[in-house]
C-alpha cells in the first residue's frame, strides 16, 4: 500500500505545533487551577520561592578589645615615664620616705625635688616681688600726674601702704612653702652623715639640698658645716658641689675651688662657677666675671657671668 505523501506546506507553523511535554490543559499564573477529582479541591499555585538572604558582610572594625589595648599602650608609656621623671613633684611625706629608702632612684629623686621645690618657691616671691614694684611705680606715676599738695600725700601714703602689706603677703606664702621643705631637712642631714658607701652623684644631689637650708634658722648652720665637710673629700664632684653651695651661706672657704671650675671644659661647671662668685660677693671677681661674659664660647655661661658681674659691680652695661 502506498503511503500518503504529506504536502510540506500542510505542516502547521513552528510556533503552532503542539508540546507533546506540555499539560493536556495550558494554565497561565494568573488562571485559577481546575478542581482536582478525587478531593474535590481546587488546586493552589506553588508558592513562589523566597529570595536567597543576603550574604553577611564581613566587618572590618578591629574588635573591642584590641582598640583598648592599643589605646592602653601609650598610656602605658606615660605612666612609666612620669614614674621616673625626676621631674615630678613629691610630697614632704614621700621625700622623706624616699630619703630613707634603700633605692638609690627615690633618695636622688627626693634630694632633687628638695632643690626644685625651694628655687621655685624663691623665683615664684621675686617674681611676685617685681611685678608688684613695676605695678606700685606705675600708680605712683598717675597719681603725680593727676593729684598735688595734701591730695597727692594722702594717696600716696595709702598707695605706701598697700605696697607693704603686699610685700608681707608675698613673704609669708614664701615662708609657708619654705617652712614646709624644712620637715625633710633632718633626713638630708641623716643622709650626708652617712653617705660614705653611696654613689657620688646622690651626695652631689645632697650638697644642692644642704644649699638651699640658707634661710632656716635651725638648719642653717648644721648644713654649713656638713658642707665644709664634704668640701674636704677627695671626689671631685663632690667637692666642687660643696663649694659652690657654700656660696649660698656666703662663705668663702671654697672659692679657690669655685675659681678653679671657670676654666672647666664643661659649660655646665662654668655656669655654676659663675653664680657661686657672684654669691660669694667679693667685688674683686667682678672683674673675672666681665672676662667670662665676654669671652665664653657658651651663651648661657655668658649670661650668667654678666649677671654676676652686674651684681658684683652694681653696674649695667
Not at 614614674?83 to 620616705?97: D, F, M, Q
Not at 617674681?127 to 600716696?156: I, V
Not at 641623716?190 to 646622690?202: D, G, T
Not at 666681665?290 to 651684681?311: I, N, W
Request: aromatic share 6%.
Amino acid at each position: 500500500m502506498t503511503k500518503p505523501r504529506i504536502d510540506p506546506d500542510d505542516l502547521p507553523e513552528a510556533s503552532e505545533r503542539h508540546d507533546p511535554a506540555a499539560s493536556y490543559i495550558d494554565v497561565r499564573p494568573d488562571d485559577d487551577l481546575p478542581t482536582d477529582p478525587l478531593t474535590g479541591q481546587r488546586g493552589q499555585a506553588a508558592p513562589e520561592a523566597e529570595p536567597a538572604a543576603p550574604a553577611p558582610v564581613k566587618s572590618t572594625r578591629p574588635p573591642w578589645w584590641l582598640i583598648g589595648f592599643t589605646l592602653l599602650i601609650p598610656l602605658a608609656v606615660f605612666s612609666v615615664w612620669y614614674l621616673n621623671w625626676i621631674g615630678r613633684p613629691l610630697s614632704v611625706a614621700t621625700i622623706n620616705e624616699y630619703l630613707t629608702s634603700s633605692n638609690d632612684k627615690d633618695v636622688y629623686h627626693a634630694l632633687v625635688q628638695i632643690s626644685i621645690q625651694a628655687q621655685n618657691a624663691a623665683e615664684e616671691a621675686r617674681g611676685a616681688q617685681l611685678r608688684l614694684e613695676q605695678g606700685y611705680r606705675g600708680k605712683l606715676d598717675k597719681l603725680k600726674a593727676e593729684l598735688s599738695g595734701d591730695e597727692f600725700n594722702r594717696a600716696r601714703n595709702e598707695l605706701d601702704e598697700q605696697r607693704r602689706q603686699s610685700a608681707r603677703n608675698i613673704e609669708e606664702q614664701h615662708d609657708k612653702i619654705y617652712a614646709d621643705l624644712e620637715l625633710t631637712f633632718d633626713g638630708v642631714l641623716a643622709f650626708c652623715a652617712n653617705s660614705q658607701s653611696r654613689a657620688p652623684a646622690l651626695v652631689e644631689a645632697a650638697c644642692g639640698a644642704l644649699g638651699v637650708m640658707n634661710r632656716s634658722r635651725r638648719f642653717r648652720e648644721p648644713a654649713r658645716r656638713e658642707l665644709s665637710r664634704l668640701m674636704n673629700l677627695e671626689n671631685k664632684v663632690i667637692r666642687r658641689a660643696a663649694a659652690c653651695n657654700l656660696a649660698n651661706f656666703g662663705d668663702r672657704s671654697g672659692r679657690d675651688i669655685v675659681l678653679e671650675m671657670l676654666d672647666d671644659p664643661d659649660a655646665a661647671a662654668r655656669g655654676n662657677a659663675a653664680i657661686a662668685l657672684s654669691r660669694i660677693g667679693l667685688q674683686t671677681d667682678a672683674q673675672r666675671l666681665k672676662q667670662l661674659s665676654e669671652k665664653d664660647p657658651d651663651p648661657k655661661v655668658r649670661e650668667f657671668a654678666y649677671m654676676g658681674y652686674a651684681a658684683l659691680s652694681g653696674k649695667v652695661d
